[in-house]
């Protein structure tokens, strides 16, 4: 039996999350822009980058909505819109990077193959391929031969805080459910939670509509049935508050809720998280 949905998704709620998800890429490729050029206005982001002013019809004023689109509607920028705006950024402004991240494909409801995924770890920078590889590439070979799952990796992985790193969680959680492991699923999907604050303050594309990729991350990881009852249900006020602590002082210790790495993991005392705490201990008895 595959890794159950602790709440199976409905057939509206896989057409919502697909809609999500292209929210998702929509909104940080407007971030990106919008970064760049000064404003997050649409309207006014069409007369900066494509120096058009609105047309008139039948007496009124109206716009192409074509940036706003990228919002609303998860609509995406074609290769030649990529093109230009890589021209009228001075080369500052790369779409393609934000439109083709892998994680939008992990993303989805029915996870990227074994292959896939494998393809992704080999091309990753070489500080975290040698974390998911036995096979470090010392010797030229360029063979990619993943190690054995521990969790001290995993949480080393958590620890660098690179988008990198929480594109690799969420790839060895996908690995998980493919090969039906509870552990291998559960852990990498909790530290790509506590990771999340970290990324989204990193990174403004990613924070511009951000409760998108929250619900999509909540559908598709934290959304897991596990042995012994045991669940994950995150808490997006955690999110929020750790992104005011950063935004404070982005040299704040937040306690990671998903263990400290040594011989055996450690919590604080939030009682949002007591229930897994409780039973954690069973589930890190099986790696």
Do not use: W
């Given at each position: 039996m595959a890794l159950p949905f602790r709440e199976p998704p409905?057939?509206?709620?896989?057409?919502?999350?697909?809609?999500?998800?292209?929210?998702?890429?929509?909104?940080?490729?407007?971030?990106a822009i919008a970064r760049h050029f000064g404003t997050d206005a649409p309207n006014e982001l069409e007369r900066r980058i494509d120096r058009r002013e609105p047309y008139v019809k039948d007496g009124e004023k109206s716009w192409s909505r074509k940036y706003r689109q990228w919002v609303t509607k998860g609509k995406l920028p074609s290769d030649n819109t990529c093109n230009f705006i890589w021209g009228r950024s001075g080369r500052s402004v790369d779409l393609r990077r934000w439109r083709d991240l892998f994680l939008w494909e992990l993303l989805s409801l029915t996870p990227p193959s074994l292959e896939r995924?494998?393809?992704?770890?080999?091309?990753?920078?070489?500080?975290?391929?040698?974390?998911?590889?036995?096979?470090?590439?010392?010797?030229?070979?360029?063979?990619?031969?993943?190690?054995?799952?521990?969790?001290?990796?995993?949480?080393?992985?958590?620890?660098?805080?690179?988008l990198d790193a929480f594109t690799a969680l969420l790839c060895l959680s996908r690995e998980g459910e493919i090969i039906n492991a509870?552990?291998?699923?559960?852990?990498?999907?909790?530290?790509a939670f506590d990771m999340l604050p970290w990324i989204l303050y990193s990174h403004p594309e990613l924070r511009y509509r951000w409760e998108h990729l929250f619900e999509c991350l909540r559908m598709t990881y934290w959304n897991r049935a596990y042995v012994n009852n045991m669940t994950f249900i995150p808490n997006r006020e955690t999110i929020v508050e750790h992104l005011a602590t950063l935004d404070a002082d982005p040299h704040a210790t937040i306690a990671p809720k998903s263990g400290l790495r040594g011989p055996r993991?450690?919590?604080?005392?939030?009682?949002?998280?007591?229930?897994?705490?409780?039973?954690?201990?069973?589930i890190f008895d099986a790696l």
């Open positions: 409905t057939p509206e709620a896989e057409k919502a999350h697909a809609a999500n998800i292209a929210r998702c890429r929509g909104s940080a490729c407007f971030a995924i494998h393809e992704e770890m080999a091309a990753m920078p070489l500080q975290i391929r040698r974390k998911l590889s036995a096979q470090h590439d010392d010797d030229g070979s360029g063979r990619f031969a993943r190690c054995e799952f521990e969790r001290e990796t995993v949480l080393s992985l958590r620890n660098l805080r690179s509870d552990p291998h699923h559960y852990l990498p999907a909790f530290c993991p450690r919590f604080d005392n939030d009682d949002r998280f007591k229930e897994f705490r409780e039973a954690v201990d069973r």
